[in-house]
């Protein structure tokens, strides 16, 4: 054996394969990318960017429309608040006030703190941030508050004069009356544009589920007339008659005497009368034209003083037959308290060329028992 035959045999060579040629770069060094690929790369990003741009501008159109949305259900809740605050703590307090038979004086004060509330009201109603969709509805809401504010505080400004026992306080009643013409103005106002036009506006912008608030401040159309106004006010000021009247006097004799009178069903006498103390109390006045001549217009009142508060109670007659007698029913609402003795006075009042006028009024002692 040769000695080179105890060597260990060689390790194979592993070959690897080559490496594949860089192409070679342009001058300076820089490296141009595929053109298919960067055009791809850039519809990408430009795709992506329209993706994020449309998302925010749609994403900024609903928050646009809920805040729009949000303006008009916050409106309406506004404009409601404002009218049942007229309403409840204006109108409420101003009619009871007047109609309520309660001393000058406090007449006087409670008229002047309602005409605070109703001026605070209409400065609101201004004060409004109304959406461009509710503008024309922000408009007539003004004029409405406006109608009210003005109304109050004319009738307050009259009521001293309206009240006195002067000769001038028939006008001033027939002033007040006038009055009334500007709160049934704003009623019709509010109810045929404000509150449709916020109906139309929430409807437009499919808005559901909103209560669309109504409102009445003139109580009944009663008030429009100058003898109920001062047979409430001042039943003494002869509001119903005179000034109202125009024209020649007819030729004979004029006027009307109280004959009877029934309180719930109990004959009235001269003495003492003793009357159930329950309400609404019916009076049955029965009374006699005494005239030659037909009346028209003719008013009669009933008035209760005595107790903590005068209560009063009017009837308007179209027109009374000469030579007839008949029976007209009164209401007072409220009573005195049980045990109260008060003054009963019926009254019929004078129609123009009536002389005669000692009969016209009957006077009881009344006794509310339970």
């Given at each position: 054996?040769?000695?080179?035959?105890?060597?260990?045999?060689?390790?194979?060579?592993?070959?690897?394969?080559?490496?594949?040629?860089?192409?070679?770069?342009?001058?300076?060094?820089?490296?141009?990318?595929?053109?298919?690929?960067?055009?791809?790369?850039?519809?990408?990003?430009?795709?992506?960017?329209?993706?994020?741009?449309?998302?925010?501008?749609?994403?900024?159109?609903?928050?646009?429309?809920?805040?729009?949305?949000?303006?008009?259900?916050?409106?309406?809740?506004?404009?409601?608040?404002?009218?049942?605050?007229?309403?409840?703590?204006?109108?409420?307090?101003?009619?009871?006030?007047?109609?309520?038979?309660?001393?000058?004086?406090?007449?006087?004060?409670?008229?002047?703190?309602?005409?605070?509330?109703?001026?605070?009201?209409?400065?609101?109603?201004?004060?409004?941030?109304?959406?461009?969709?509710?503008?024309?509805?922000?408009?007539?809401?003004?004029?409405?508050?406006?109608?009210?504010?003005?109304?109050?505080?004319?009738?307050?400004?009259?009521?001293?004069?309206?009240?006195?026992?002067?000769?001038?306080?028939?006008?001033?009643?027939?002033?007040?009356?006038?009055?009334?013409?500007?709160?049934?103005?704003?009623?019709?106002?509010?109810?045929?544009?404000?509150?449709?036009?916020?109906?139309?506006?929430?409807?437009?912008?499919?808005?559901?589920?909103?209560?669309?608030?109504?409102?009445?401040?003139?109580?009944?159309?009663?008030?429009?007339?100058?003898?109920?106004?001062?047979?409430?006010?001042?039943?003494?000021?002869?509001?119903?008659?005179?000034?109202?009247?125009?024209?020649?006097?007819?030729?004979?004799?004029?006027?009307?005497?109280?004959?009877?009178?029934?309180?719930?069903?109990?004959?009235?006498?001269?003495?003492?009368?003793?009357?159930?103390?329950?309400?609404?109390?019916?009076?049955?006045?029965?009374?006699?034209?005494?005239?030659?001549?037909?009346?028209?217009?003719?008013?009669?009142?009933?008035?209760?003083?005595?107790?903590?508060?005068?209560?009063?109670?009017?009837?308007?007659?179209?027109?009374?037959?000469?030579?007839?007698?008949?029976?007209?029913?009164?209401?007072?609402?409220?009573?005195?308290?049980?045990?109260?003795?008060?003054?009963?006075?019926?009254?019929?009042?004078?129609?123009?060329?009536?002389?005669?006028?000692?009969?016209?009024?009957q006077t009881y002692t009344v006794l509310f028992t339970p």
């Amino acid at each position: 054996m040769s000695f080179f035959d105890d060597e260990p045999d060689e390790p194979t060579r592993v070959t690897r394969p080559a490496r594949p040629r860089r192409s070679a770069a342009p001058a300076g060094g820089l490296h141009r990318p595929d053109p298919e690929i960067a055009r791809r790369r850039q519809f990408v990003l430009f795709g992506g960017l329209a993706v994020v741009a449309i998302i925010l501008i749609f994403t900024a159109k609903s928050c646009s429309n809920t805040r729009h949305k949000n303006a008009l259900k916050d409106y309406n809740r506004n404009v409601a608040s404002i009218v049942e605050d007229s309403d409840q703590r204006v109108s409420k307090p101003l009619f009871d006030v007047l109609g309520g038979g309660q001393q000058n004086q406090d007449v006087r004060v409670a008229v002047s703190q309602v005409r605070l509330l109703a001026e605070e009201d209409a400065k609101r109603a201004r004060s409004l941030s109304a959406p461009d969709d509710v503008a024309a509805a922000q408009h007539d809401l003004e004029l409405t508050m406006n109608l009210r504010a003005a109304g109050v505080t004319k009738i307050g400004d009259l009521l001293p004069r309206a009240l006195s026992n002067q000769p001038s306080a028939a006008e001033s009643i027939r002033r007040i009356a006038g009055q009334m013409q500007s709160f049934l103005a704003s009623d019709v106002v509010y109810s045929q544009r404000v509150a449709p036009l916020i109906q139309q506006a929430l409807s437009d912008n499919d808005i559901g589920g909103q209560t669309i608030a109504t409102s009445r401040f003139l109580p009944n159309i009663g008030w429009l007339d100058p003898a109920q106004v001062g047979a409430r006010i001042n039943p003494d000021a002869g509001a119903g008659t005179s000034a109202s009247s125009s024209g020649d006097v007819a030729p004979g004799t004029h006027g009307h005497g109280v004959l009877s009178v029934k309180a719930g069903g109990v004959a009235l006498v001269p003495g003492v009368n003793r009357v159930p103390a329950t309400a609404p109390l019916p009076l049955e006045v029965t009374y006699a034209n005494q005239g030659q001549n037909d009346e028209s217009n003719v008013t009669i009142t009933a008035k209760v003083t005595g107790g903590p508060k005068t209560i009063t109670a009017t009837k308007r007659l179209n027109q009374t037959k000469a030579g007839t007698t008949a029976t007209a029913t009164l209401n007072l609402q409220s009573v005195p308290p049980k045990g109260q003795s008060t003054m009963l006075t019926v009254t019929i009042k004078p129609v123009r060329g009536e002389k005669k006028t000692d009969n016209n009024t009957q006077t009881y002692t009344v006794l509310f028992t339970p």
